[in-house]
């Protein structure tokens, strides 16, 4: 058997060497039917992969010398993006973003606009288009808009260009984009606290606490929960730096000693807007007493006769003075209408307010104003802070009471304000959207302390 192997071998072999070209013919013959019959059997199995197409080209690389020189040919953009700081002026700010250009700074410099918008103002957010070599293509500055009425919906623009060759400034006021976002907590000691812990803006914690006033007025309950839904803003689609980026409480619910208390913003008439409950009723239906203006404060002179601190003489004081120090919030004492904020001789920054049934009230020598004439505002909403402004010879609220055009002594007096009441289309859309935000409160419940976003 083994001879007869051997044998078999070495014909092979000799036929091999003596028909070398067909050996190798027959090789690939074989190859090639075994190839077919992959061909024909691999499209049967579900696991194959189809053929992929190889395509071979020749590629020319420019050198390196010529591709720099034709990008020094294009005209290149840069764009930079900061936020102006404590003590910055129009140069410190063009030389952070890049900007060197003599022309274009002596002539913002000589612009009020430009001025009264970067000029020792921190927080701004300022964005420059600029050339490769410096010199400015355009210069945009975003900021709170100047008129109380519209800082929680619109931010002002400023946009610097050259317009015939001239730099020429533009300010203009834009709506936010907003988007909800959600928090909850629990108040172990204050609701700043609360707040705080839960990674709300400030911002938000004080409208919960303008909102809540009634329910907070002797202090919060240890083991009080909350649950927020607020807005977060943007500008242009930049995040907005000023008020940590937080805009209007939308929805919020407190519980505190079981009972639970909701406030839903409505402005479904356009007349300002108001927080209702669930049902859509005005908060402040069960409370006709008034709430004190000015917390923390004494009174330094009450409703009568009095010898007048600047005119001299013996005069009637007609209203009550509450002394505090600068800056502390002043607030409605009851829901009502902005008849009118601005200055007048005398009062300085002042506001008064419509309550309905010939009632209202006013609120003298403020150091600010953050409302505007045709605002509803309901009890305990933010009007402004103490000052000293007009005839004034220190920091105080003068705070008067009229009934039917009538000064009144404001000590124990209720103003019976008129509830809320919406009408069949106000319900019918408040219903709406409080369901709608009763969801996202109710997720906001469930999120244990953190945040969530809705896009």
């Known amino acids: 058997m083994l001879d007869l192997i051997h044998r078999i071998r070495h014909h092979a072999a000799h036929f ?112 420059a288009r600029a050339r490769a070599d410096g010199s400015l293509i355009e210069l945009v500055v975003r900021y709170p808009a100047h008129a109380a009425a519209l800082s929680k919906t619109h931010f002002s623009r400023l946009a610097v260009s050259r317009v015939d060759g001239r730099w020429t400034s533009r300010v203009d006021s834009r709506r936010f984009a907003s988007e909800p976002r959600l928090g909850n907590g629990t108040i172990l000691s204050t609701l700043a606290a609360a707040a705080a812990e839960a990674q709300l803006p400030a911002p938000v914690a004080s409208q919960l606490k303008d909102i809540f006033a009634s329910e907070l007025r002797r202090g919060p309950v240890k083991g009080t929960t909350f649950q927020v839904v607020y807005e977060a803003l943007s500008a242009d689609g930049e995040p907005v730096a000023w008020n940590q980026g937080a805009g209007r409480v939308l929805a919020a619910e407190l519980t505190s000693g079981g009972r639970t208390h909701q406030a839903i913003w409505f402005d479904g008439a356009g007349r300002g807007g108001a927080y209702l409950d669930a049902q859509g009723r005005s908060r402040s239906r069960e409370t006709t007493t008034m709430l004190s203006p000015v917390e923390a404060s004494r009174v330094t002179s009450g409703f009568a006769n009095r010898m007048h601190p600047i005119l001299r003489g013996l005069r009637a004081h007609r209203g009550v003075d509450y002394a505090a120090p600068t800056g502390t919030p002043v607030h409605s004492v009851a829901d009502g209408v902005v008849e009118f904020a601005g200055r007048q001789t005398g009062y300085g920054n002042v506001v008064y307010i419509d309550h309905g049934n010939d009632r209202s009230t006013v609120y003298a020598h403020l150091s600010r104003i953050d409302v505007a004439a045709g605002q509803r505002v309901e009890r305990g909403r933010l009007l402004g802070a103490v000052g000293a402004t007009g005839w004034a010879t220190g920091p105080h609220l003068h705070f008067e009471l009229r009934i039917s055009g009538e000064y009144q002594d404001p000590a124990g007096l209720n103003l019976a304000v008129e509830r809320a009441v919406l009408d069949a289309p106000g319900r019918k859309q408040f219903s709406a959207l409080a369901d709608a935000l009763q969801t996202k409160l109710d997720l906001a419940e469930s999120m244990s302390g953190q945040r969530a976003r809705f896009e």
């Open 16 to 127: 091999r060497s003596r028909h070398a070209r067909l050996s190798a013919l027959a090789v690939m013959l074989l190859l090639g039917g075994f190839g077919a019959l992959a061909v024909a059997v691999a499209p049967l199995s579900p696991d194959a992969a189809p053929p992929q197409p190889f395509v071979t080209e020749a590629v020319t690389v420019t050198p390196v010398g010529e591709q720099l020189e034709a990008l020094a040919t294009l005209d290149l953009e840069l764009t930079r993006s900061d936020l102006t700081r404590p003590g910055d002026s129009i140069d410190s700010v063009l030389s952070r973003l890049g900007v060197a250009d003599a022309e274009v700074a002596s002539a913002l410099r000589r612009d009020r606009a430009v001025r009264r918008a970067i000029d020792g103002h921190p927080q701004r957010l300022v964005h």
